[in-house]
């Protein structure tokens, strides 16, 4: 009797607990905008247009530059740089030309001061070494054996390599070297 009764009572609990309203679950909530706004708003203000690291909440989409600010980023220095003026923007009319003696070609050629060397060299049919074409290897190197730093001989676009030193005994890198003035080089040759 007493095992009867355990089961009824065990089986309207079961069926209680089956029918009862749970509390219902609630995922938990996305932050992750009210994260970055409170971290936005503990960032210091700056009187210089912010990196995209810096603008996310700040009031303007990631990466979003306000106009103000964006007149400001063209005319910084960044900008001024790469917009650098250099022999490279003579017209062809109006530029100079130089003595340049290639040693090991054996041949004295005249290379406009708005053409590089190497292609001058290469319009004369030599095989001349070159990697990048932009200053930012070593591969098309050559010496100035005309006594003095290459820099008194040939404007460099932009070349990143060569250091002082280096200049200063004549090495040049010819894709991105203009001639200024008569000189002789040795190709091939890097320091
Ligand atoms: S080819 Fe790379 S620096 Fe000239």
């Given amino acids: 009797m007493l095992g009867l009764s355990l089961g009824a009572a065990l089986t309207v609990v079961v069926v209680a607990f089956h029918y009862a309203r749970g ?107 070159y990697a990048c074409r932009q200053g930012q290897c070593v591969s098309c190197a050559g010496q100035i054996t005309s006594g003095g730093n290459s820099e008194d001989y040939v404007v460099h676009d932009d070349q990143q390599m060569l250091e002082t030193p280096e200049l200063d005994d004549g090495y040049t890198l010819t894709c991105v070297a203009y001639p200024k003035d008569d000189f002789a080089i040795e190709t091939g040759e890097a320091p």
């Avoid at 409170?38 to 810096?54: I, Y």
């Avoid at 490279?88 to 003595?99: F, I, L, M, T």
């Fill in 23 to 129: 509390t219902g679950w609630e995922p938990t909530a996305d932050i992750t905008q009210e994260v970055l706004e409170r971290r936005a708003s503990s960032v210091a203000e700056t009187d210089f247009p912010e990196p995209m690291n810096r603008s996310i909440g700040g009031g303007a989409a990631a990466g979003a530059v306000p106009a103000g600010e964006g007149a400001e980023l063209e005319g910084s220095d960044e900008a001024a740089a790469d917009e650098e003026s250099g022999p490279w923007d003579v017209s062809d009319d109006e530029a100079e030309y130089y003595e340049i003696e290639f040693v090991k070609q054996g041949e004295t050629i005249e290379v406009p001061e708005n053409e590089p060397l190497l292609d001058s060299g290469e319009e004369e049919g030599w095989d001349l070494p």
